[in-house]
C-alpha cells in the first residue's frame, strides 16, 4: 500500500526504525517483540505508517516464503 501523503521528518525517522527493527525478527523472539511493541505504543500518534511498515515487511516474507516452497 503505498500512501501519497507527505510525511513529516519524525514519521520517516519512525517508519525507518520500526521497518529496521522489523527485519530483525526472523524468529519467534519475545523480547523483540516486546521491543516492538513499546516502539509502537511510545509512537501511538504514527500508528498510520507503523502499519504500513507491517504491510510492507509482511508482502516481502510472503513472497520469500512462497518463493522458498516453490523452489524446494
Same mark, same amino acid.
Do not use: C, G, R, W
Given at each position: 500500500m503505498t500512501s501519497m501523503v507527505k510525511? =513529516? +521528518?519524525v514519521a520517516k @525517522?519512525?517508519?525507518e526504525e520500526y521497518a529496521s527493527s522489523l527485519s530483525? /525478527?526472523? /524468529? $519467534? =523472539? +519475545?523480547? *523483540?517483540? $516486546? &521491543? *516492538?511493541? &513499546? *516502539?509502537? @505504543?511510545e509512537n501511538i500518534m504514527h500508528a498510520p505508517i507503523i502499519v504500513q511498515a507491517v504491510e510492507k515487511h509482511l508482502q516481502k516474507v510472503i513472497f520469500k516464503v512462497l518463493f522458498e516452497f516453490v523452489a524446494s
Amino acid at each position: 500500500m503505498t500512501s501519497m501523503v507527505k510525511m =513529516s +521528518k519524525v514519521a520517516k @525517522e519512525v517508519a525507518e526504525e520500526y521497518a529496521s527493527s522489523l527485519s530483525d /525478527l526472523t /524468529l $519467534n =523472539s +519475545k523480547p *523483540l517483540i $516486546n &521491543m *516492538l511493541t &513499546m *516502539l509502537a @505504543e511510545e509512537n501511538i500518534m504514527h500508528a498510520p505508517i507503523i502499519v504500513q511498515a507491517v504491510e510492507k515487511h509482511l508482502q516481502k516474507v510472503i513472497f520469500k516464503v512462497l518463493f522458498e516452497f516453490v523452489a524446494s
